[in-house]
């Protein structure tokens, strides 16, 4: 028999995500920089090339990609700025990802419409001075605390550089077994300098390390891949459940 109210007799039953994602995007100058220089040469409406741009493509490939976790479906997943402040802020956008099921399929249009608007509201997010990057950490960290669900994971879309304000303390972020993902960005000033990429990952991951991840994984922008992403979180979400045992 049916439920009232619903076309066919039938309604999805709302349920608790099985999957948490926070997807951590760097909003900093640092990662705008390159559109002055090819100001003159650029056409009217086009996109500047800047590190930034390269990257706002990767929130939507990584929810499309993450829908192939079937063990962790529904999902939600929260995009929040890492800016001047970041631990004082309300998520950017949020997506949720249904679980398909044999009667209505997923609600699949509601999720392309959320990945529409966080893609238009990161394209025209003002970037920021400063880069709070544990006041990020220290926000996901709260928000997937004691949340149930096979898998609870970070996604860090960042240079990696942290500027914060002259006298403001730095955040400790409090991560309890989370899979953190580190997506550097390729700034100019890194393509100088090769060397401070591989320091500040390996700083970054240690970090989280101490701050209670369970794994911590490294793909930057050029290497970035759904097959990567999706096979990260699948083994670090089978170590978390492993570990509730």
């Known amino acids: ?19 948490w994602f926070v997807h951590l995007i760097d909003i900093s100058g640092s990662t705008q920089v390159g559109a002055r220089r090819r100001r003159k040469h650029r056409s009217r409406g086009s996109a500047v090339d800047t590190p930034y741009n390269q990257a706002l493509g990767l ?16 999902q939600r ?9 970041s631990l004082y802020q309300k998520p950017l956008c949020e997506i949720t990802v249904p679980k398909v099921n044999l009667f209505t399929g997923g609600d699949t249009a509601s ?11 990161l ?18 960290g709260l928000v997937l605390d004691q949340k149930p669900g096979r898998v609870r994971g970070i996604i860090v879309v960042s240079d990696l550089e942290e500027t914060l304000r002259p006298g403001q303390e730095a955040a400790v972020p409090s991560l309890h077994g989370e899979c953190v993902l580190l997506v550097p ?20 991951r240690q970090l989280a390390l101490e701050w209670g991840a369970s794994r911590v994984g490294v793909r930057t922008v050029p290497a970035f891949s759904e097959g990567d992403v999706v096979r990260f979180f699948r083994e670090c979400g089978k170590q978390q459940t492993a570990s509730r045992r």
């Open 1 to 19: 028999m049916g439920l009232k109210g619903q076309p066919g007799g039938f309604r999805e039953l709302e349920s608790e995500p099985a999957g």
């Open 59 to 74: 929130v939507s490939e990584s929810v499309l990609g993450l829908r192939q976790l079937t063990e962790a479906l529904p």
């Open 77 to 85: 997943h929260s995009v929040i700025a890492i800016t001047s402040a």
């Open 111 to 121: 999720m392309m419409a959320s990945i529409a608007r966080c893609d238009s509201v």
């Open 123 to 140: 394209r025209h997010t003002r970037w920021s001075l400063r880069t709070d990057i544990r006041g990020a950490l220290k926000l996901a």
């Open 185 to 204: 960005l390729i700034t100019p000033a890194v393509a100088r300098t090769p060397s401070l990429l591989d320091k500040r990952v390996e700083s970054w």
